[in-house]
T-cell receptor, first 110, second 115 residues
C-alpha cells in the first residue's frame, strides 16, 4: 500500500501557483519523497524528488517540512497542460519499485 | 537522446492468444521496470529487471506472465493465454546505473485489449 495521503482532487486557476499537499507521517530516515504526474493516459512523468531539503527544478519546487511528515509540490505558474494526476511517492534509496497511490487529480481552469 | 520506447502502442488479442510487449530503455539505462494500469485504477508494479537478471518479480501474477531482459535487445513482457482481465495499459520504465540517480523514466505504454 502507498505510504502517502493526498487529496483526491484540486482545482487551480491558470497562471496561479498550484500547491499540492502530501502527508507521509510514517516516512523513515532513508526514504525520499518523489513526485510524478500522469497526463491523461500517458506514461507517468518524473517531476522532482527530495530527502529533507527543499528542492527546485525547471518544473516545480518541493517543500518538505522539518519533521519530514509532509511535503508540498508547487507548480509556480500553472498552465492548462499541467492538468494531470499527481502522485506523491515515498521511496527508499536504490532502485526500488515505485508504489503509486491514487494521487491528486489537478484541474487547471482557464 | 531518445526516451523509453515501447511497442506496440496498441495490441488487440483474442482470448487464449499470446501477447508480447517490448520495451527499449533509455540509452545508458540498465534497469527496467514493468507496471500495469487497469482501467480506472492506479499503476501497480509488476517486475524489475537488470540485464539478464530478474531482480524483483513480487508483483507478477504467478501464472501466464513472464518477463526477460536479454543481454542484447529490448525487455519483453509476455502474457500467455490472455484473458479479458489482462486488458490494461502496460508501462515500462528505466533508470540509470549511476548510484546518484534513481529516477525512473516511463515509456508511453502499450494498451492491450483482449476480445
Amino acid at each position: 500500500d502507498a505510504k502517502t495521503t493526498q487529496p483526491p482532487s484540486m482545482d487551480c486557476a491558470e497562471g496561479r501557483a498550484a500547491n499540492l499537499p502530501c502527508n507521509h507521517s510514517t516516512i523513515s530516515g532513508n526514504e525520499y519523497v518523489y513526485w510524478y504526474r500522469q497526463i491523461h493516459s500517458q506514461g507517468p512523468q518524473y517531476i522532482i524528488h527530495g530527502l529533507k531539503n527543499n528542492e527546485t527544478n525547471e518544473m516545480a519546487s518541493l517543500i518538505i517540512t522539518e519533521d519530514r511528515k509532509s511535503s508540498t509540490l508547487i507548480l509556480p505558474h500553472a498552465t492548462l497542460r499541467d492538468t494531470a494526476v499527481y502522485y506523491c511517492i515515498v521511496r527508499s534509496s536504490g532502485n526500488t519499485p515505485l508504489v503509486f497511490g491514487k494521487g491528486t487529480r489537478l484541474s487547471v481552469i482557464a | 537522446n531518445a526516451g523509453v520506447m515501447q511497442n506496440p502502442r496498441h495490441l488487440v488479442r483474442r482470448r487464449g492468444q499470446e501477447a508480447r510487449l517490448r520495451c527499449s530503455p533509455m540509452k545508458g539505462h540498465s534497469h527496467v521496470y514493468w507496471y500495469r494500469q487497469l482501467p480506472e485504477e492506479g499503476l501497480k508494479f509488476m517486475v524489475y529487471l537488470q540485464k539478464e537478471n530478474i531482480i524483483d518479480e513480487s508483483g507478477m501474477p504467478k501464472e501466464r506472465f513472464s518477463a526477460e531482459f536479454p543481454k542484447e535487445g529490448p525487455s519483453i513482457l509476455r502474457i500467455q493465454q490472455v484473458v479479458r482481465g489482462d486488458s490494461a495499459a502496460y508501462f515500462c520504465a528505466s533508470s540509470p546505473l549511476d548510484r546518484g540517480s534513481y529516477e525512473q523514466y516511463f515509456g508511453p505504454g502499450t494498451r492491450l485489449t483482449v476480445t
